[in-house]
């Protein structure tokens, strides 16, 4: 039987059940107000589902299935359970008229049905969905790059704020956030897989931001998919952190500056999508009625694990596990809400 949870010898959770949900609340709270402040950005309502069949949903890789249902006052109709609001947000600023350097962030709650379930990864996904307005020319690496360092001490003050709350929670985040290209990774490591690479990183800096996915590397293979219609492949990227508890890196947000009207054509050409130009959101941001975006989603689960240094995602959310996963968090001591 393939053991799919990593269970830390000698392990013991640093807060029982009860402190661990009070805590939860307190990184969540905290967190949300300072991201908020730091990128300028105002909290909305957000669809659960939306309508199939207008581009709006997040196609992930493009082989998820997408949980669907139809409505009996809707007719001829599936909705769709978003499984990110990458693109619903880019129509809901234009929708609620921000203007540039104003931006807005939701919570995102998702169905994964044919995710694996492991320590990280659940049929549930909850984050913090943002998105901010731009000016086109302010599409570059360096306005990346200052967004990921804004976002990076809001990821510092909430891990001084959880130490001060509760000292055993002792802070272990680096000074400073290090920046490397996928290219630029392969090339260190060449022997080894994409998610091997990031363990390599991640464990040398404590805090790595990988930039440019999507796209093939020069072996020809891709760091990671990504689909080609709401990130730019050569101006987007992944905070990921060390985790001391599982002794791997811990990828805790996915970000970047989006596809513009020259960037989205290119990508659906390489990714074999061209059929999606037809639909809603796509013929919108081609013909120019979309404003120049950037923006990411935050897992709210992941971060609490890394914060209050918890060995399993379901130490931190609520959600459905095969026997075997309840058994092994049984036999090694990790308690499941």
Known sequence: MKKSTIVPKGYKPTL?????????????????????ESLNLTRVSAPIFVKGGQGINDNL?????????DAMEIKDSQMEIVQSLAKWKRMALKRYKFEVGQGLYTDMNAIRRDEELDNLHSLYVDQWDWEKIIRKEDRTEETLKEVVKKIYEVFKVTESYMH????????????????????????????????????????????VFIMKIGGKLKSGEKHDGRSPD?????????????????????????????????????QLDLAGCNERRELEFHK???????????????????????FLKKAHVGE???????????????????VLL
């Open 16 to 36: 029982n059940l009860i402190e661990t949900e009070v805590a939860i609340k307190k990184i969540k709270d905290f967190f949300e107000a300072n991201l908020a």
């Open 61 to 69: 890789n493009g082989v998820e299935r997408v949980v669907s249902f």
């Open 164 to 207: 001060l709350t509760y000292n055993e929670l002792t802070p272990v985040l680096p000074n400073e956030i290090k920046v490397i290209t996928s290219q630029e990774l392969e090339d260190m490591y060449p022997a080894l897989s994409s998610k091997q690479r990031e363990d390599a990183i991640t464990k040398e800096y404590g805090a």
């Open 230 to 266: 709401y990130d730019d492949w050569e101006l987007n990227g992944d905070i990921l952190f060390w985790s001391h508890v599982l002794d791997r890196a811990i990828e805790v947000s996915s970000m970047g500056i989006r596809v513009d009207e020259g960037a989205l054509s290119k």
């Open 284 to 306: 919108a941001l081609l013909n120019g009625e979309l404003p120049y975006t950037m923006g990411g989603g935050i897992g709210q689960s992941r971060i609490c694990m890394f």
């Open 316 to 334: 931190v959310q609520s959600a459905v596990w095969t026997d075997d996963i309840l058994r092994e968090c049984e036999d090694g001591g990790i």
